[in-house]
C-alpha cells in the first residue's frame, strides 16, 4: 500500500490527475493523452478494479476512508485525503460521493478482436452526449449486448459522466473504434453481421417484422441524438429497422430507443 496522505493545498501537484474535471474540452484532450480517466463513486471505483484497470491514485473525503478500506489496501497506489471544499476546488463541482479515484487506461482491443467471439454488437455513430455513451452502455450491459463498434467521432467512454451513468458498464462491455467511418462497417459485414440499422424512416421494416433475435449474428446501428444516422451509414447498412411508435410521437431519446432494440435484439439468447 502506498500510504493514506492528507492534503490540504489545492496546488499541490500531486492532485494534477483531479483538476478542472469540469472542463469537458480539457478532459477530453488531457485524460487520453496522458492514459489516465476518473471513476467516481464507491461502485464504480471497485468495478473499474474488478475489470483490471490499474490505480494511479484516490482522492477521498475522510468519511470514505472506512468504507473503501479493503480498496486502499489492495491499491499500490497514493490516496489523497481532502475536506470537501478542498475537493470542489479541485475538482470544480461538489463531489458529493465523496470518493475519486484516477484509473490508468489500458490498449483498446481492434475490432476484428471484439468481433470473433460476440453475436449481438452495437454500431454507434457520432454519438458524442456522454450521458447517452453511458446509457447505452448500461442497457448493452444489462440486455446481453456482446460488444460496442464506435465511430471515429464518438465520445469517450472513459470520460467521467459516461462511466458514472453506465454505473460501471463501461468496464463489463469490450469496444473498439472503427478507424474509417463508413468503410469500417464492411468489415463487420465480412465477419458475418447483418447491419441493421435504427432509424424512424417510413422506409424502415418494425423490428418485430425483422425478427433480429432469430439471426445468427447481427450488428444493430445507432446514430445521435436528433441526426439519427447519417445518409452513408444507412447506405451501408442491409436494412433499416424501426421502433414502432404510437400516439403520434416519431422517435425516442437514443438511450430510450437503445434499450427497446436491444431488447428485441437478444429476446431468446440464452443468458449468461
Known sequence: MAGIITVDDPDDPRLHD?????????????????????????????????????MRSMLLSAKWVDSMRDVID??????????????????????????????????????????RTARRVVVM?????????????????ALGMDAVLLSPDCADPLYRRSVKVSMGAVFSVP?????????GLEAVREAGFELLAL?????????????????ERVALMLGAEGAGLSRRALAAADEP??????????SLNVGAAAAVAFYAVATGRPQE
Open 125 to 141: 455513430e457520432s454519438v458524442n452526449d456522454h450521458t447517452n455513451i453511458g446509457a447505452i452502455f448500461r442497457s448493452a450491459a
Open 199 to 215: 432509424t424512424p424512416g417510413e422506409k424502415a421494416r418494425s423490428l418485430d417484422e425483422v425478427a433480429p433475435h432469430r439471426m
Open 18 to 54: 483531479y483538476t478542472g474535471l469540469t472542463d469537458v474540452e480539457l478532459r477530453r484532450r488531457r485524460e487520453p493523452a496522458e492514459g489516465l480517466f476518473i471513476a467516481e463513486g464507491e461502485k464504480v471505483i471497485r468495478r473499474a478494479g474488478e475489470a483490471g484497470y490499474a
Open 175 to 183: 469496444y473498439a473504434r472503427l478507424d474509417n467511418w463508413p468503410q
Open 74 to 115: 489492495r491499491a499500490d497506489a497514493p490516496v489523497y485525503v481532502v475536506e470537501p471544499a478542498l475537493a470542489e476546488q479541485v475538482t470544480g463541482y461538489h463531489v458529493h460521493r465523496g470518493a475519486l479515484a484516477s484509473m490508468q487506461r489500458a490498449s483498446l482491443p481492434s475490432a476484428p478482436d471484439v468481433l
Open 241 to 250: 429497422v424501426r421502433i414502432p411508435m404510437s400516439h403520434g410521437v416519431d
